[in-house]
DNA sequence: GTCGTTGTCAACCATTCGGTTGAGGAGCCG
DNA sequence: CGGCTCCTCAACCGAATGGTTGACAACGAC
């Protein structure tokens, strides 16, 4: 299984489907059955979306009579960004860095083709 | 398929041993081989994983003899971002503003019976 | 009470996914 | 050339996924 939250997280708005409830919610909240009208799945499949939504932290279900009216989470949304921040900057600098590392890199050896690879291991 | 480059991205990362490939990516380029090394999972295995997050966009390869350096790609993560911002704003708007007004502007179109829920439909 | 609505649970099916092993292509080195 | 390294492709396997249908619990309406 998925584990932790993130894999979850990232899981289920991997499905389009999902992502689109997703977007829908964010307008207002919605019961199962007016998730489910949009698409021409059955209402069960709505449901285990929902469900999945759910697990993640995404969304949240309260009683309404027979009705479950979904809500969207906003909080879950930070996890992610946060680790999509780090990695972003991460890399980004790297990437700016690219300029001083290559004009060493020229300046230190001539085209010998790889002698010593690996800059991976950086820091 | 997933189809969508979005859906990609979202299911690549949720895997997390692709997310930890991209932390360590983050730090620096590695070839197939250095990423493959901090796992206990064959070589194939972590290709594939490489394979997922290139065709996610994350990633991408280039050629040094036998090596495949992978380089993260740090552009999509923007792509991401702004799908998540879209709808995390929206939530959170929604929510410091509370249902109040929502529930008052919705309170006519109210369908025969139960008058009493919430702000579900979206148009 | 009975009926209709709403949603979930359970079982099933097809597909996808992450892993394996085996084969082999590409490229350096001796 | 032959051998070694690095990596990918192909086939396979078990588990998870997204969908279906059928049953049924919960609840308001009659």
Chains 1, 2 share one sequence.
Request: net charge neutral.
């Amino acid at each position: 299984m998925a584990a932790d939250q993130l894999s979850r997280v990232f899981a289920a708005l991997a499905d389009p489907t999902r992502r689109d409830m997703v977007a829908r919610l964010a307008v207002g909240d919605a019961t199962v059955g007016e998730l489910a009208d949009p698409y021409d799945v059955s209402v069960q499949a709505v449901s285990k979306h929902v469900k999945v939504l759910t697990d993640a932290g995404l969304v949240s279900q309260t009683k309404d009579a027979q009705r479950r009216p979904c809500h969207l989470e906003a909080e879950v949304f930070d996890l992610m960004t946060k680790w999509i921040e780090r990695y972003r900057q991460q890399a980004q600098e790297r990437y700016d860095r690219l300029d001083a590392v290559l004009a060493e890199m020229r300046d230190d050896e001539r085209p010998t083709k790889h002698r010593n690879r690996k800059q991976g291991a950086a820091s």
